[in-house]
């Protein structure tokens, strides 16, 4: 009933940047968690930021000053950008959201979690 689609990953120079969007579709009554998480190789999925529908923003240390994450509720859309980016920022970047829907019994009280396909950003000279 609902689901993401990431964009603009790619391949960047240390010290480049680049933006990532996510767009949300489908029957959705609210989105509240928008974020992106990201996951190397051999290592274990983490947070990289997320932003509820009111303005909060939780951003990982790792990332503080450098990435950006912004929405833009209208459009059920959330962004990403990254700069000044680092080989360590290599990864698979997932776009996530908690939302709920308008079908369904009590379907606007109950919030599933729904995942982008990934988009891959490698960071290399």
């Known amino acids: 009933q609902a689901q993401l689609v990431e964009s603009g990953g790619g391949l960047v120079h240390p010290g480049g940047s680049l933006r990532l969007s996510c767009v949300a579709s489908?029957?959705?009554?609210?989105?509240?968690?928008m974020g992106w998480y990201r996951q190397a190789p051999g290592k274990e999925r983490e947070l990289v930021a997320r932003?509820?529908?009111?303005?909060?923003?939780t951003v990982a240390d790792s990332v503080k000053g450098r990435f950006t994450i912004s929405r833009d509720n209208a459009k059920n859309m959330v962004f990403l950008e990254m700069n000044n980016l680092k080989p360590e920022d290599t990864a698979d970047y997932y776009c996530?959201?908690?939302?709920?829907?308008?079908?369904?019994?009590?379907?606007?009280?109950?919030?599933?979690?729904?995942w982008g396909q990934g988009t891959l950003v490698t960071v290399s000279s």
């Open positions: 932003m509820t529908s009111g303005g909060r923003i």
């Open positions: 996530h959201a908690a939302l709920t829907l308008l079908a369904g019994p009590d379907a606007q009280y109950n919030y599933i979690e729904v």
């Open positions: 489908g029957s959705i009554f609210n989105i509240n968690v």
